[in-house]
């Protein structure tokens, strides 16, 4: 009887005590409180709770009003597999703003996403909204300690593109985060990915879908809590009568467990489940692909002088070789562009390159058993071009400004583009559509607003951006967009719903190995989907270059390596790359992998195959030819077979034995070894 009543006590206590906690935030649990995850947000979105949201509107904080406000709640259909989605709509009948939270709840993983949107149902303008945290939460902790914030470097062109950082929190200081320019992974602190671990071996993955200026603003509060608040950066503004807003989309995926891997790993497996690119019912697998010309004599640059007979000559020297990729690429230059392909805004063919249009390329390429892939960057336009001189209106930016940006909030410029790229897309025979971006918006948006209007010609112009994929997506099922920004500047989750980096950094990592390594090891915390550029024909170059998609830029006619070897190369891309699906674990830390004299490793583990593959580098500054790593997710009864492919040397090993830490050698350096493993009797 005693224990009940202090069981009782502790509950009671529990309740007073999160129902009086300051109205500033909402408290949220962290996943060892957690049985259903329908259960968790029936609780945050109940009728009388403060939701995990809020806002400013004619100048008072939501949390001192929105439970006062109309409230309803209702099932939605969808036809997401494992989701179940709802809306709770939160109306002011005084001034007729209407707020709707479009909740997701994924059954087969611990994970929550929304999405508000805000709409005016009145005859006149609304009070002004801003601070608009599309989160705004407290998570407290069962156990006194600290939290770490495991982040990213974003992309900038740089050897340390996407480089894991591990900051220790401190009580009431606050990590900000937010891209440079208004690209949603551009800058230093600037990738919308993120672990928030707590100190009882538990965390929150969080993702953010905003492909603008979002922040991020993470704060311990005090030994057994953690803040987090998120939304679009910059919102100050009136809605006109009948008009609508939405917010960057928020993701929380819930873990537990001793290694904070295991929130990554789930979090990789979730991006797969319900955030990628679906082509008859499986995630679409990335291409091993090649540039079909790149660069040439002064004065080409990219693929200003490539030509119809030339291209569809090196596809078929491809072929003679046995070595057709599964895309052909064309990337910029292929339209008028008076010598140099940054005067984007053309977008037709060429016809002094292409008398007969692309259509005979694509043609080449379908011929042999391969893609067709062709580079665009609409959203930039160069004074002079058919867009900036035909449809002037369309575009932000001077009058006399060498750069303007196509305004996707212009409902004529948006169905101009989705209808003109369409029937490119079918006349050409184009299977893969990338799409460049390499401006800063933030500067033509900013000019754009109007006074009680900050933030609306973002807001439009990424509404647009997401509607524009969305139609080419539903026009063309099988279809795959390549997503790219000067290398990955826009990675965000809004974006890796619709499409994939193929090319995640402009920096010359493809041409500098160690670097490509770096890329690799930090991008893979994330996102299992993303691909680089290869140049140097060897192993070394090829390894470090691997991921689960690749672009080849080859010299197939240099006589630097042989048919056999090429045909290698392609052959072992395909064999390894399921395995970057997989799960993913560092082998060398966070701190010293940057640095040509350490070495760097990582695993890569189907539990369900019960397989994987070991990658390592010693680089050519590093002293030491023995290191010793300790694998992941393994079985510790079961015994692995284990195939040192480069010495061709087969060993056993209990799982026990090989998660505990074993040596490795590689005699040489710059060198690689490639470890792969199986487990027995199976």
């Keep these: 009887m005693e224990n009940f009543r202090k069981i009782l006590m502790t509950i009671l206590l529990t309740i007073f005590i999160c129902s009086n906690i300051a109205n500033c935030q909402t408290i949220q649990e962290f996943p060892s409180c957690i049985i259903d995850i329908h259960k968790w947000i029936d609780r945050h979105f109940a009728k009388g709770k403060i939701p995990p949201f809020s806002f400013t509107y004619g100048g008072k904080s939501s949390d001192s009003f929105i439970t006062g406000w ?14 179940e989605e709802s809306v709770y709509t939160y109306t002011d009948k005084k001034s007729g703003l209407v707020v709707k939270c479009f909740v997701t709840c994924f059954e087969d993983f611990s994970a929550v996403e929304w999405v508000l949107k805000f709409s005016n149902n009145s005859s006149t303008n609304t009070p002004v909204i801003e601070k608009v ?100 950066e910059k919102i100050q503004l009136s809605l006109f009568p009948r008009e609508e807003i939405r917010t960057p989309r928020i993701c929380l995926l819930f873990w537990k467990g001793e290694d904070r891997m295991t929130g990554h790993n789930q979090f990789r497996q979730f991006i797969l489940a319900h955030h990628t690119r679906m082509i008859n019912g499986k995630p679409s697998e990335l291409p091993l692909s090649a540039m079909l010309a790149r660069e040439g004599p002064p004065p080409c640059n990219e693929h200003t002088c490539t030509t119809e007979s030339f291209a569809i000559a090196l596809i078929n020297r491809y072929q003679q070789f046995n070595i057709v990729p599964e895309v052909f690429w064309i990337d910029a230059g292929w339209y008028p562009n008076q010598g140099s392909w940054v005067n984007t805004g053309s977008w037709v063919v060429n016809k002094e390159n292409f008398p007969n249009g692309l259509k005979p390329v694509s043609d080449a390429a379908h011929q042999v058993g ?41 409902k004529d410029a948006l169905n101009w583009l989705t209808n003109h790229i369409s029937d490119m897309i079918t006349k050409e025979g184009i299977d893969i559509y990338r799409q460049d971006f390499n401006m800063d918006p933030m500067p033509y948006w900013e000019k754009s607003d109007q006074p009680q209007r900050v933030g609306i010609s973002e807001i439009r112009h990424i509404e647009g951006l997401y509607a524009y994929w969305d139609s080419l997506l539903i026009r063309f099922p099988n279809l795959i967009i390549d997503n790219c920004a000067s290398g990955g500047r826009r990675i965000d989750l809004e974006t890796v719903s619709r499409s994939s ?69 392609i052959q072992d891309f395909k064999r390894l790359r399921p395995y970057y699906y997989g799960d993913y674990y560092p082998l060398t830390g966070t701190k010293d992998f940057l640095k040509n004299r350490a070495w760097l490793a990582y695993q890569l583990n189907r539990p369900e195959q019960k397989d994987g593959i070991i990658l390592l580098f010693r680089r050519e500054d590093c002293l030491d030819d023995t290191y010793k790593i300790k694998l992941h997710g393994l079985h510790e009864k079961a015994t692995y077979e284990l195939l040192y492919e480069d010495y061709k040397i087969n060993t056993k090993k209990t799982g026990k034995e090989l998660m505990d830490g074993f040596d490795v050698f590689i005699s040489q350096k710059p060198a690689s070894l490639l470890i792969s493993y199986k487990i027995m009797g199976e």
């Design 70 to 83: 109309q409230y309803s709640a209702a099932k939605l259909e969808t036809t997401e597999p494992n989701a």
């Design 370 to 410: 391969a893609k067709f892939l062709l580079w665009f960057e609409p959203e930039r336009v160069r004074k002079g071009t058919l867009l900036d001189t035909e449809h002037p209106e369309w575009l932000m930016g001077d009058a006399n400004s060498s750069t303007k940006l196509l305004n996707l909030g212009n």
């Design 133 to 232: 945290n599309a989160v705004n939460c407290i998570f407290p902790s069962e156990k006194n300690g600290t939290f770490v914030l495991h982040h990213a470097k974003g992309c900038s062109s740089e050897r340390s593109d996407f480089r894991p950082y591990d900051h220790e929190l401190k009580i009431g200081k606050s990590i900000y985060m937010t891209p440079d320019g208004g690209r949603s992974s551009g800058g230093d602190m600037a990738f919308p990915f993120f672990n928030i671990e707590s100190p009882a071996n538990e965390g929150i993955m969080v993702a953010i879908g905003w492909t603008g200026k979002w922040y991020a603003d993470i704060q311990q509060k005090d030994e057994k809590s953690v803040s987090l608040k998120s939304g679009m």
């Design 501 to 569: 980096p193929l090319w995640r950094t402009d920096f010359h990592g493809y041409t500098e190995p160690n670097g490509s390594q770096d890329n690799t090891y930090g991008l893979n915390f994330y996102l299992p989907l993303h691909g680089t550029g290869n140049w140097v024909r060897s192993q070394y170059y090829f390894r470090s270059n691997m991921s689960s998609s690749m672009v080849l830029n080859w010299d197939i006619n240099n006589n630097d390596c042989s048919q056999a070897e090429m045909q290698q190369y």
